[in-house]
């Protein structure tokens, strides 16, 4: 009889401790074995096995588990982006130069309005020629500054005037633009060379300097101090350019990862171009006022220096991780005009006013609602 109690309790105590000894079998298992698995403890401190439910929401590492641990975002750096307009400013400049003041405001603006925002930049050599071909300057520097207001400022002191021969002192301008700036170490360095004329000792028609810039720079030497500090250029050829000159300028965009564009030219009247542009009309008495302008139509010589510029500058920014909704603008793309013959090449910048044909209403409907399809799927 003793026998049969004792074998019964033994029995009972084997059932009471069977689920705490099964349950430390597991836990020991999940522990040591290649797949481990989170834990939680009940009152009575016996494990309890728990399924993860880990979430991760908008790619920022929220944890969403019950133990309620919070992982902090990743810290997301601001891009720097510096930008040096060097502008020719002799005589054959003149629309260019209106379009770089013009446009600059909307540019930065567009550049800015990406997430996360750029530290945007700006700052702008302009140059002319050396004595005695030009004897006003041959260069002017102003420094890279955030304040778009200072900047638009800067490049209302710059006219276009002067020149004397073809080349001009494009080596020196380079020299300043590379070496003489207030450039942040840590940005994204971009230069834009605007220009119709090559370096002294390349170009056509160079009767005062034909062994080179007389301070002794070479466009050579600048491009590699550019290679050094990592600063891309953008070289962007104007109506007027020699062969010579244009082999140059693609030269130094290729040797400074940047790219090389060449203008073209529309000519427009000057009301209707700022109101679609959405230019103050403070602006129209400097254009009525320019060399260009035909008191006949009312025209002035546009070009697309804002577009190839705001373009560059927006991809810059996207090679930095800036994302940038994507929304009509309005410049007219020169890809698509050049398709229906709206846009001149700077080698025939003469001619009437030509409409900017094309309906970009329906392709922007179409490519809205295929990126939504895409997001969901």
């Not at 698995?37 to 009152?43: G, S, V």
């Not at 001009?168 to 590379?178: F, G, N, S, W």
Request: proline share 5%.
């Amino acid at each position: 009889m003793n026998n049969i109690k004792k074998i019964i309790g033994i029995f009972l105590i084997g059932i009471v401790l069977f689920p705490s000894v099964f349950a430390e079998f597991l836990s020991a298992e999940t522990i040591t074995g290649t797949k481990a698995e989170p834990m939680l403890y009940t009152e009575q401190q016996r494990p309890v096995i728990i399924e993860p439910t880990q979430e991760y929401v908008d790619q920022q590492q929220t944890c969403m588990c019950p133990c309620k641990c919070q992982v902090d975002p990743p810290v997301m750096q601001v891009p720097q982006i510096d930008v040096v307009f060097v502008i020719d400013s002799t005589g054959s400049m003149s629309d260019e130069i209106r379009t770089i003041k013009t446009h600059i405001i909307n540019i930065v603006e567009e550049v800015r309005r990406g997430n996360p925002r750029p530290d945007l930049r700006i700052g702008i050599v302009s140059y002319r020629d050396y004595q005695p071909e030009d004897r006003e300057y041959v260069f002017r520097q102003y420094d890279l500054t955030r304040d778009v207001d200072s900047a638009l400022n800067n490049l209302r002191a710059i006219e276009a005037n002067g020149g004397g021969d073809h080349p001009e002192a494009v080596e020196t301008a380079l020299h300043v633009a590379i070496n003489k700036m207030n450039w942040n170490s840590n940005a994204k360095k971009l230069v834009f060379l605007v220009g119709d004329a090559a370096p002294h000792g390349y170009g056509a028609g160079d009767r005062s300097f034909p062994q080179g810039s007389p301070e002794g720079y070479s466009y050579k030497e600048e491009i590699e101090y550019a290679r050094a500090k990592g600063i891309s250029i953008y070289a962007i050829s104007c109506s007027g350019m020699d062969p010579a000159g244009d082999r140059i300028w693609r030269d130094i965009a290729k040797m400074t990862g940047g790219s090389y564009d060449q203008l073209s030219y529309q000519r427009r009247v000057v009301e209707e171009y700022y109101e679609e542009q959405g230019i103050s009309e403070e602006w129209i008495p400097e254009a009525k006022a320019s060399s260009d302008y035909d008191a006949t139509t009312g025209t002035i010589l546009t070009n697309t220096l804002g577009i190839v510029a705001q373009k560059a500058m927006i991809s810059e920014a996207e090679s930095m991780g800036v994302s940038y909704d994507k929304r009509p603008t309005k410049t007219s793309d020169p890809e698509d005009s050049r398709e229906n013959g709206s846009w001149l090449d700077s080698s025939d910048i003469t001619g009437g006013t030509i409409a900017v044909s094309g309906n970009t209403a329906d392709s922007g409907f179409f490519r809205r609602a295929f990126s939504r399809l895409m997001f969901w799927n």
